[in-house]
C-alpha cells in the first residue's frame, strides 16, 4: 500500500473508532485505533501516532484500566513530549492510579508548555486538594472555572473547590457548593466521594457513611478507584469510637 493510501486508511480508521467510541462501542473502537497506530507507526508520524495513543489511553481511562491508560498516555508523550494534552492525560492517569506527587509533577509540565490549559489546572487543583495544599489548589480550580470546562470536569472542579474549602474549615462555603453540584449531577461517584470527606472534616459522621456508602452503589467503570476510597474511610468511620453524629 501507498504512503498515501496508507495516511487515508488510517484516518478512516481514526474517524471510524470515534464514531465506535461516541456509540458506545468501546471494542470496536479500540480495534479501529490500533489499526490506525499501526498505519502511523509505519509511516512514522510521530504525532499521528500520539494522537492514536491518546484515544486509546482515553478507552482505558473510560473503562477504569488505569495501568493500561498510563502505559498508553506514557508512550504518546515519549512520541510528543511537549504535547499538553498527552501530558495531561498522563497526569490525570497518575493521580487516579494513586501517584498524586507525579500527577502534580506531570501537570506542572504541561502547565510550562501552556499556562492557560483549562484541564491541566483543573487536575493540578485537584490533585492539590487531595495532598491538602488548598490555597494553591483553589486558586488553580478557580483559573480553570473561568478558563472554562467540558461539563464532567467543572463538576469535578467545583467539588474539589467544596473539599479544599473544607479544608480550610469553611464549611458553609464548601456544603453550599457540594450541595449544588449533587443536585445538579446526582449520580457522579466522586462528587458523593468527596461530599463525604467534607462531612468528615464537618464532624458529621453519618451523613459521611451515607454519602460513602452511595459511592459504593454507583456501577460505574470509572468509579473503581472512588469506590476503594470510600470503603477505606468507611471503614475507619466504623472503627472510631462511636460513629454517632
Known amino acids: 500500500m501507498r504512503s498515501a493510501d496508507q495516511r487515508r486508511r488510517a484516518s478512516e480508521l481514526m474517524a471510524e ?14 480495534r479501529s485505533f490500533r489499526a490506525a497506530l499501526s498505519l502511523f507507526v509505519q509511516l512514522e508520524d510521530t504525532h499521528a501516532a500520539a494522537s492514536a495513543l491518546a484515544a486509546l489511553a482515553d478507552l482505558s481511562m473510560a473503562e477504569g484500566r488505569l ?18 494534552e498527552a501530558l495531561t492525560g498522563l497526569g490525570y492517569a497518575q493521580w487516579l492510579s494513586g501517584s498524586p506527587a507525579d500527577a502534580e509533577a506531570t501537570l506542572e509540565q504541561a502547565l510550562t508548555r501552556n499556562r492557560s490549559a483549562a484541564r491541566a489546572l483543573a487536575g493540578r487543583g485537584q490533585v492539590r486538594a ?21 461539563a464532567a470536569d467543572e463538576t469535578d472542579t467545583r467539588t474539589a473547590r467544596a473539599l479544599a474549602f473544607a479544608g480550610l474549615g469553611e464549611f458553609a462555603r464548601a456544603e453550599a457548593e457540594i450541595a449544588a453540584e449533587l443536585e445538579r449531577v446526582p449520580d457522579r461517584p466522586r462528587t458523593h466521594l468527596r461530599a463525604g470527606r467534607i462531612a468528615v472534616f464537618a464532624g458529621r459522621p453519618q451523613q459521611a457513611k451515607d454519602r460513602l456508602t452511595r459511592v459504593t452503589e454507583l456501577d460505574q467503570d470509572q468509579a473503581a478507584v472512588e469506590t476503594e476510597q470510600a470503603r477505606r474511610i468507611l471503614e475507619r468511620l466504623e472503627r472510631s469510637v462511636g460513629g454517632d453524629e
Open 17 to 30: 473508532g470515534e464514531r465506535a467510541r461516541d456509540e458506545g462501542e468501546r471494542a470496536g473502537a479500540e
Open 130 to 150: 487531595e495532598l491538602g495544599s488548598y490555597d494553591a489548589a483553589l486558586a488553580d480550580l478557580d483559573r480553570a472555572l473561568e478558563l472554562g470546562l467540558p
Open 67 to 84: 495501568g493500561s491508560a498510563t502505559d498508553l498516555w506514557r508512550q504518546a508523550v515519549a512520541r510528543a513530549p511537549g504535547d499538553v
